[in-house]
């Protein structure tokens, strides 16, 4: 009886978590571990079952309510131009809302970055503390906070360019830090040793290292801001959200359509600048 033979015949745990046992043309023999792809694809199949269970999700309902999607869809896809005028207000709030946030989020950020670099502050126990910061203000998207701002300081956009500057603090925060940490560290030590100051080495030798970078993660932050505060209106924050929850309520779809488009294109545009901008800085 030929080797494949028995293998199809050994049971199947054995064809799966034992190694296989191969002879080699010297005449030694080695195992080679079986591959797990069975088993991964089963344990994954299982937590996708779990998941769909505990979330209600079903592909009837999908199926069933599939024709009231495509009546909304069709409806969203054919904006209403006539809707613009009233689309620039909110619009304009947005874009003020986030160059705000932005910069005040990253002005913030560089300082701390710097306290959070493990080859810049040697002190343990002000780095954890520091970057302990950074985590939780991460870890809360912009919404949370722009709910919890306009409990604070009432609706508007002052509250709503506050979650902004939180967000865009705790992501450039964190990525400006993992940069500072890959940087070459020579013109630094080398101005440490002739008795310069932690800020006058960081600011001579470090600073133009890490300034381009610092400036890309300030556009990249701006471009998810326009995005981020489209929706901080649902929360009383003000920008486009607002205005897209009240036609959302009115079932005003083609009104939404003409918001979307409107986001659409102001997007593509500020990362057309952007691009132009990088080019000219990285």
């Known amino acids: ?37 069975y088993l991964l694809l089963a344990v994954l199949a299982v937590c996708i079952f779990i998941a769909a269970k505990t979330t209600g999700f079903d592909f009837a309902i999908i199926a069933k309510r599939f024709g009231q999607l495509g009546v909304i869809l069709g409806q969203i896809f054919h904006p209403k131009w006539s809707f613009f005028p009233k689309v620039v207000p909110p619009l304009i709030g947005t874009i003020k809302m986030s160059i705000v946030g932005t910069v005040v989020g990253c002005v913030v950020a560089l300082p ?5 670099s493990s080859n810049i502050n040697k002190n ?32 508007g956009t002052f509250a709503g360019s506050l979650a902004i500057a939180f967000f865009t603090f705790g992501i450039v925060a964190k990525m400006l830090y993992e940069n500072i940490e890959t940087i070459d560290m020579g013109p630094y030590e080398a101005m440490t040793s002739f008795g310069a100051t932690t800020l006058q080495s960081f600011w001579t030798a470090c600073l133009p290292q890490i300034l381009p970078q610092f ?10 801001n326009v995005r ?15 205005l897209i ?20 294109v ?13 080019a000219k800085i990285i």
């Open 112 to 116: 701390m970055s710097i306290l959070a």
């Open 1 to 37: 009886m030929s080797a494949r033979t028995l293998e199809k015949k050994a049971p199947l745990f054995d064809r799966i978590f034992k190694p296989e046992h191969i002879v080699l043309e010297n005449g030694h023999s080695v195992d080679r571990p079986r591959s797990r792809m």
């Open 228 to 242: 981020n505060s489209s929706i901080l209106g649902y929360v009383g924050a003000g920008g486009l959200g607002l």
């Open 215 to 224: 400036f890309d993660n300030c556009l990249y932050c701006f471009e998810l």
């Open 124 to 155: 343990k126990p002000s780095l954890l503390i520091v970057r302990f910061i950074i985590s939780v203000i991460r870890s809360l998207p912009a919404i949370v906070y722009a709910y919890f701002f306009v409990l604070v300081f009432g609706l």
């Open 266 to 278: 102001v997007v593509m545009a500020i990362d057309l600048i952007n691009d132009r901008i990088r």
């Open 245 to 264: 929850n009240e036609r959302v309520g009115l079932r005003q779809y083609n009104d939404v359509g003409m918001i979307l488009l409107t986001i659409f």
